[in-house]
């Protein structure tokens, strides 16, 4: 069946940093745009990042210059490597595909038909 695991979630002080990683099974991977999202308590899933099929990286401007998203498809894995993290990056981050093969930039969660379970991020200031 169609699973997508993140794993490397934690409790990190700010300005430290985590690597959550994302293993697909069941799906299609090379070809798709793969996404993190992130939901805090109270607040709307929001775009994080995404990386095209053939390695092309987007982010949420409030991200730009600290995470930094990656992809194996021989290992149908993505990552995302944070840095410097803030108390306002607290919430729990989920990888996403997106609906379409070789889709465009997406920051919307409704262009993402498979997500994982998610993993929790808690940055203590």
């Known amino acids: 069946q169609v699973q997508l695991t993140e794993s490397g979630g934690g409790l990190v002080q700010a300005g430290g940093s985590l690597r959550l990683s994302c293993a697909a099974s069941?799906?299609?991977?090379?070809?798709?745009?793969m996404g993190w999202f992130r939901q805090a308590p109270g607040k709307e899933r929001e775009f994080v990042a995404s990386?095209?099929?053939?390695?092309?990286?987007a982010y949420a401007d409030s991200v730009k210059g600290r995470f930094t998203i990656s992809r194996d498809n021989s290992k149908n894995t993505v990552a995302l490597q944070m840095n410097s993290l803030k108390a306002e990056d607290t919430a729990v981050y989920y990888c996403?595909?997106?609906?379409?093969?070789?889709?465009?930039?997406?920051?919307?969660?409704?262009?993402?038909?498979?997500w994982g379970q998610g993993t929790q991020v808690t940055v203590s200031s």
């Open positions: 990386i095209s099929w053939s390695g092309g990286p």
């Open positions: 996403a595909r997106q609906n379409r093969p070789y889709g465009s930039t997406s920051r919307s969660p409704g262009e993402y038909g498979y």
């Open positions: 069941g799906l299609t991977f090379s070809t798709y745009r």
